[in-house]
């Protein structure tokens, strides 16, 4: 069974915290994402990875950084946590298919309040 | 930039009734993904439309891609309480963009 795995289910951190937020995945995926979801907003891409060590931004990117140090795992950085960055961070991955990407697998999601 | 606008945002049914959502692109798609999300939980995929005019039937769910490939809907008939949830679309191959979500609430 393909399995994502996020470091934490709920994450309370202060502001000017320095927070990581790690995301693996079983599967030898090569893409990797970073979103976060907010209400009414849907999600909305930070940053991506589609191979290791590469990164590109998404949407959102302001405020955040990320590394790709292996395959199967992709990590989320808040340099200095602000409280406008408290919202539910969701990871992914998928691969690549021929002529076409498949569909992302999630996991459970990382809920992080910023006080 | 590619956008794509989902509608409605909240839709309140009696069990039993039907449900749809509907995704607009200002775009040619190239393909469009569904996804749900129950209360609680994480988008599983249900399905991907690639070709213009495709219908796909998963049993009550019915997907539609438009022959402009521009826009597509989610369908569910007789809605059930396990239909619960948000409903997403999501398009694009390399980086994808999603529409905001339509939730499916049943009324008490």
């Known amino acids: 069974d393909v399995k994502v795995t996020q470091s934490s289910r709920y994450l309370v951190k202060r502001t000017g915290e320095k927070v990581f937020l790690e995301c693996v995945q079983d599967m030898d995926h090569e893409n990797m994402f970073w979103y976060r979801q907010d209400p009414g907003l849907g999600l909305r891409l930070i940053y991506f990875?589609?191979?290791?060590?590469?990164?590109e931004k998404g949407d959102i990117p302001e405020g955040y950084s990320v590394s790709r140090e292996k395959k199967e795992r992709f990590s989320l950085i808040l340099e200095s946590a602000s409280t406008n960055q408290t919202s539910m961070y969701l990871c992914?991955?998928?691969?690549?298919?021929?002529?076409?990407?498949?569909?992302?697998?999630f996991g459970p999601g990382t809920r992080l309040t910023v006080l | 930039g590619q956008q794509v606008m989902q509608i409605p945002q909240y839709q309140h049914v009696q069990e039993g009734e039907d449900f749809t959502t509907y995704c607009n692109s200002s775009t040619t798609l190239s393909n469009i993904q569904w996804y749900k999300q129950r209360p609680g939980g994480h988008p599983v995929f249900l399905i991907q439309?690639?070709?213009s005019g495709e219908v796909k039937k998963q049993k009550r769910l019915t997907f539609q891609f438009g022959e402009a490939k521009k826009n597509s809907s989610l369908h569910i008939t007789a809605t059930q309480t396990t239909d619960v949830g948000t409903y997403f679309c999501s398009m694009g191959n390399y980086q994808l963009i999603w529409g905001a979500g339509t939730k499916l609430i049943i009324k008490p």
């Open positions: 990875s589609y191979d290791v060590k590469m990164k």
């Open positions: 992914a991955s998928r691969t690549y298919a021929g002529s076409s990407y498949n569909e992302q697998f």
């Open positions: 439309l690639v070709k």
